[in-house]
């Protein structure tokens, strides 16, 4: 198995989510040059020990390696058993009795002609296919390695000559029709192999960088919400685990050292006291922010595991606390339940920040982080700027997560001059992407 069929299946790994680093990549070629490549079993085994490290990874490890191979140029005729049994029957079909001037390729048996296509095909980067439009490209250069190029001059030539010439002509779209079907057959799968992967990865990023109220035309967002999500906890237990060991103290540490001459050397870490820190979101759901909303609610409760306590309101023209419905129902349910009964127009900003100084003073204090998600846009109503000034002077800090562009912060009803001198952090949050990196921030500040 040459290098670079080892490095297409790793690449084909990656896509099927396994998370293989360069180091762990060059480990596997190592291993396989040591185990060699004719013992499919022991081969399996060795880059199974190099390259899965979670166990929910091992089916798709396993499902990947068998149709890797299944595809590979050296057992062409197993890749037929995933045909259909029209393709089937197209791959056994001989092509017509060849005439004097016809291509050699007309010459070949159903066997050689799998045969070399299976070779074209070991010569061909399907890695490089990413969306499902271009296996109509890679199966056209896949016939054109082979030599279709002359039968389509041949049938161009005979289109010109008599009936008999025409009838041969007709006999030869009809094989090359079969081939192509073949050819279509072999690409496809490629595709589900290498092109699969990216194309998921593809739309996740598209998914991720459009805006919100777009959001609704794509399928599997809240699985998207979840991956994102999981992926920020990691992260967040991973500094969590730093932070609890502190920092090296190496007054101690070297004073320690001098009885044994530093040998071993034993460490000792300065511990910082643990926060308590709590978190109070308070979500504008009126129709021009409900999707932002949606989703910042989704993706701070798909985090209860690394997240303080959360406390969350919704409001339009009206504030109430929804903290139970998450308790209550999944959060995609909880949201939509939600929305369903706080949302609607005439948005008051003034009257919301007043309703939740009154329902949380006592609560609020150094340690609680206070996030707002809104446009801002009061319908000229009193703006209650004061009010947020005496949570602000109250609480460990204010971040505002705004939807729209800066650009547009004070434009029409806007009044984000007014809030935003209250506010330790103002952002956009008009995407995934935003809000992941909002979140991340937040996640990293908490314990400072």
Known sequence: MPQRRLQELIQALRGAGLRI??????E????AALIGYRHRDRLESALAVTLVKRQQDQLAFAETFARFFSLSAAHADDADNTASPGEADQASMPAPAAKRDDPA???QSPQQLQQQMAEAAAQMDFTAMEVITQQGLFTRRLLMSMGMGAVDERILQLDQGDGRDQAHAGQLRQWRQQVRAQAAALVRRQFQLHGAGKGRALREQTMREVPFRQLREFRDTRALVRKMARRLASLHQRRMRRSRRGLLDARRTLVASVRNDGVPARLFWRQRPRRKSRVMVICDVSSSVREPARFLLQFLYAMTDVLPRVRSFAFASRLEEITDDFADYRPEVAVGRILDRVSGSGTDYGSMFETFWQRCE????????????GDARNNYLPDGAETLAQIRRRVKQVWWLNPEAPSRWNSGD???DRYLPHCRVARQCGSL????????????????
């Open 28 to 31: 596997a070629m190592q291993a």
């Open 21 to 26: 680093s360069p180091a762990e990549a060059t």
């Open 105 to 107: 390729l007309l010459a």
């Open 362 to 373: 006592k609560q609020l204090d150094s340690n609680t982080t206070v996030i707002v998600l």
């Open 433 to 448: 992407n935003d809000l992941e990196r909002v979140v991340d921030a937040l996640l990293a500040g908490l314990d400072r």
């Open 414 to 416: 806007a009044v984000m």
